[in-house]
């Protein structure tokens, strides 16, 4: 079984930044990908970033320019550096691997983004 700890959610102020840390745990064997998706209320979850084990990204239209996904192998930590935050990008934000074609999740860390 693999285990995926968020961190780094919270309240910010429109226009400021967060880093989000994704560190997975336990049978990891040969990671094909990690990513970042969010879920806000009342929608459905969606991609907003990701990356292969190669280092390849790909980043949702919407956060393009202003998040950026990063990979330490070594530590199997994925990280999602938030910068130019909007109202619209309050969500539950989730940390997601797949190996071996299967999907494991992290549990979510919020963030909201208000005044």
């Known amino acids: 079984q693999v285990q995926l700890v968020e961190s780094g959610g919270g309240l910010v102020q429109p226009g400021g930044s967060l880093r989000l840390s994704c560190a997975a745990s336990g049978s990891i064997f040969i990671i094909d990908g990690m990513a970042w998706y969010r879920q806000a209320p009342g929608k459905q979850r969606e991609l907003v970033a990701s990356?292969?084990?190669?280092?390849?990204?790909n980043y949702a239209n919407s956060v393009k320019g202003r998040f950026t996904i990063a990979r330490d192998n070594n530590k199997n930590t994925v990280y999602l550096q938030m910068n130019c935050l909007k109202p619209e990008d309050t969500a539950v934000y989730y940390c997601n691997l797949r190996q071996l074609g299967m999907d494991f999740w992290g549990k979510g860390t919020l963030v909201n983004v208000s005044s």
């Open positions: 990356i292969t084990n190669g280092g390849r990204t």
